[in-house]
């Protein structure tokens, strides 16, 4: 599927589960998921809990974002999407809306969840255009594509751009 969604402070979230497996040295090479927006528990072993927040190039307006659900690992997106990363995160009560992509006006129920059931699930956020300095047009756009997975994997950087700043 595809839609926009509203951002403000430039942030997405993502809400619904258990980001597992993740240092705080993790998110700093990912480098969208970043420490000072993202609820970091300090305590060795324990998992880091959502929100999990992307910190976007624009500050506000809105961005375009696909989304899929597989039954298995998707091939990688093409070259065009210039930051890749696979996370894992466990889901808990699919009552609570599952694995979503939350925005300045709050979650859109209209779109189904990433994660149709409850269980552990690898979620690969890809983003393209973030190397473009923001100048009040939003040009960058996300991607996330879930598979359920049985081991809790750490993150895995396939593709990442380096010096992204806000114009």
């Known amino acids: 599927m595809r839609y926009d969604t509203d951002i403000d402070n430039g942030t997405l ?3 619904g589960g258990a980001l597992r497996a993740v240092t705080s040295i993790d998110l700093a090479k990912i480098g969208f998921l970043t420490q000072a927006k993202t609820v970091v528990v300090s305590v060795p072993q324990i998992d880091l809990q959502l929100p999990v927040a992307l910190s976007t190039i624009a500050e506000y307006g809105a961005v375009p974002i696909e989304a899929q659900t597989h039954s298995s690992a998707p091939d990688l997106p093409e070259a065009s999407w210039t930051d890749v990363v696979d996370v894992t995160f466990d889901v808990g009560n699919i009552d609570d809306g599952g ?3 939350v925005g300045f006006d709050g979650p859109d129920f209209t779109e189904p969840p990433l994660t149709p059931s409850p269980g552990r699930y690898r979620l690969r956020i890809s983003a393209a255009h973030r190397d473009l300095p923001w100048t009040d047009e939003v040009t960058e756009r996300y991607r996330f594509d ?4 049985i081991d ?7 593709r990442g751009t ?3 700043t806000r114009g």
């Open 13 to 15: 979230q993502i809400e």
């Open 99 to 101: 694995l979503v992509v």
């Open 146 to 149: 879930a598979w359920p997975i």
């Open 152 to 158: 809790a994997l750490g993150p895995i950087i396939h």
């Open 162 to 164: 380096q010096g992204l």
